[in-house]
């Protein structure tokens, strides 16, 4: 029998609401993430996930019929994807975008999925799931980067994936690895001291 759903107060971070079927797909993957967060991967248990959500374990079943889907959909909706705004400066660009990035990462939620897929990044089913997270990611934020070039903010020869990287390494690092939070400020200071040392790379020699 179907459990009475219950009022939900969690914010749902990034998945939209449109209706009830709507609703019930945002109550099962914010509580997937939830879950996730709490136990892991391994010990992730769509009987809990109900038990959370106040949806019935057949309705998810039949919306995602394996773990890896329904986890997959959970980081989907809950990782925001990053922004690519069109501010009219590729500094101001990735500045705006990664400050989104590192705030979700630096919230609760986002503090223990980052550690559930460190901990667990061998896992083979979740180890797919996480690596076509990066490179959706990565290819949104080569957006940003193509931008730039079509701006003339950086030469047509430039390679997009080594900016992104060159980007994002000091602030995951920062982040991920040694778990420390960062400010405004310190994305500003790494944007800027990247898109200067490759504008010195690229200028051409007289």
Known sequence: MSAERK???RRTEGVRIKGRAARVVSDVLTATAEELSRVGYSALRVEDVAARSGVNKTTIYRRWPT???LVGAALRAVW?????????????????SLSKTAAFAMSPIGRGLTRVI???RAHPELEPIARSLRAD???????????????????????????????????????????????????????????SGIRQCLKPSL
Do not use: N, W
Not at 85 to 91: A, F, H, N, V
Not at 153 to 179: C, K, Y
């Open 7 to 9: 009022p939900s107060t």
């Open 67 to 69: 773990k890896p889907e």
């Open 80 to 96: 925001e994807p990053p922004d690519v705004p069109d501010t009219g400066s590729l500094r101001a660009d990735f500045v705006s």
């Open 118 to 120: 460190q901990v667990e």
């Open 137 to 195: 990611y990565r290819s949104l934020r080569e957006t940003l980067v193509q931008r730039g070039i079509d701006r003339q903010e950086l030469p047509p020869t430039v390679d997009a994936r080594f900016v992104h990287d060159m980007m994002t390494a000091p602030i995951f690092s920062r982040l991920f690895t040694e778990g420390e939070p960062i400010d405004t400020a310190f994305i500003e200071r790494v944007v800027d001291v990247v898109l």
